[in-house]
């Protein structure tokens, strides 16, 4: 299993300099890529004064430059708001300028009130996402030019003037949370899923529901349905001990539940107004873990299970539900503790360590006796 971030990113509007907050983002990236994270999904938005990163594209190609090794993707970019050529062409470049480290997320866009100030119904925003993301397979894949024409944007003889530096393409998922359209989309045209709302109660019951009909429309439309392009979303804030970590979310959790209820019809977080009646609600209905490792690897254990089959990376639901040194410590801990028991990496080193010290004694004996003979021969006449 591959781990990473899906980063909003989520600042609170008062009490904070904005220019900072953005540089927060970028140093928890490299932080990140330092401890061995695999992804960092950037979000597009526009309105709320909150989501504050307007082009996930800069942002990657600045955070590209300080990283090594983490793949960067757009989480997500909004489809509607882009003419589907000039979204091609701008990840077709991050692709050569990172060296293939760039994936593209795609979405409906999430904020009405981003799609409302540019005009767009947002009943026309799930099939203008299948109307771009048509014309963008069709840019990375066909070796023809493509014409399209619909409502909302023309391709006549459109063509890239650079392949991909990945090839065939850069990897691609479609975003998911409670409605299908998503893994119809991601099945027909054989691309990831980001299930953003895995924990919520809706998105969690409806995990294996989502992956059959992505499987459905993969095989009806020739396509491979890949779990291990399978991306879930869940939110975690974890301590040394389940005191701390809620002792720890009382620095941001409360205005992170205000905000989500004034965009969206479901949340991340519960009910209530206090950090105690919200945290009450997230441990009773599971939308948030707020724990320790232990718990977070019995979380990831549950989102397996329900998932029917498995999926390939886990992605934290970035917050700042805690000031910046504890957000810190939980990635390290996840990254500690918990990234092993899902990706094999201590068979080895336990494997080594049970021979050693299961030995009875036969290498410490063979180190002493080699040690008395060196004694024995520098002390024998030459």
């Known amino acids: 299993m591959k781990f990473g971030i899906f980063l909003a990113p989520f600042h609170a509007v008062l009490g904070q300099n904005p220019t900072l907050a953005l540089e927060r983002d970028l140093e928890l990236i490299v932080a990140l890529d330092r401890l061995g994270y695999d992804e960092a999904w950037i979000g597009e938005h526009h309105s709320g004064g909150v989501e504050t990163i307007a082009s996930p594209e800069v942002f990657i190609a600045v955070a590209a430059e300080r990283t090594k090794h983490i793949k960067l993707g757009t989480g997500v970019s909004s489809i509607p708001y882009h003419q589907p050529l000039m979204l091609a062409d701008r990840m077709v470049l991050l692709d050569h300028l990172t ?81 299908p359209s998503g893994p119809s989309t991601a099945g027909r045209h054989g691309v990831g899923l980001l299930s953003v709302a895995a924990t919520a109660k809706a998105g969690f019951d409806l995990l294996g529901t989502h992956w059959q009909v992505l499987e459905e429309n993969a095989k009806a439309n020739g396509q491979v349905a890949d779990r291990g392009q399978w991306r879930l979303v869940a939110p975690m804030h974890i301590a040394e001990t389940k005191e701390q970590a809620r002792k720890d979310v009382e620095h941001g959790i409360v205005d992170f539940a205000r905000y989500f209820r004034h965009i969206l019809p479901f949340g991340p977080v519960g009910a209530g107004e206090t950090t105690a009646e919200i945290l009450d609600s997230v441990e009773r209905e599971g939308f948030a873990l707020v724990g320790t490792p232990d718990d977070a690897i019995q979380r990831i254990k549950e989102l397996e299970e329900q998932s029917n089959g498995g999926f390939g990376t886990f992605l934290l639901f970035g917050h700042e539900w805690a000031d910046r040194e504890a957000t810190l410590r939980s990635y390290e801990l996840l990254a500690r503790d918990v990234m092993p028991h899902f990706q094999d990496s201590l068979r080895a080193p336990l494997g080594s360590a049970d021979w050693v010290a299961g030995s009875g004694g036969r290498f410490s004996d063979a180190a002493g006796h080699a040690i008395n003979k060196a004694i024995e021969d520098y002390q024998r006449p030459v």
């Open 99 to 179: 060296r293939g480290r760039v994936m593209l997320g795609c979405g409906p866009g999430q904020l009405t009130s981003d799609a409302l100030m540019m005009g767009i119904p947002p009943d026309t925003q799930r099939p203008r996402l299948e109307e771009g993301l048509e014309a963008i397979m069709q840019l990375l894949t066909s070796p023809d030019p493509v014409t399209m024409h619909t409502d909302w944007f023309t391709l006549d003889d459109a063509r890239l003037q650079l392949a991909p530096y990945t090839r065939p393409h850069f990897p691609i998922a479609v975003a998911a949370s409670i409605s």
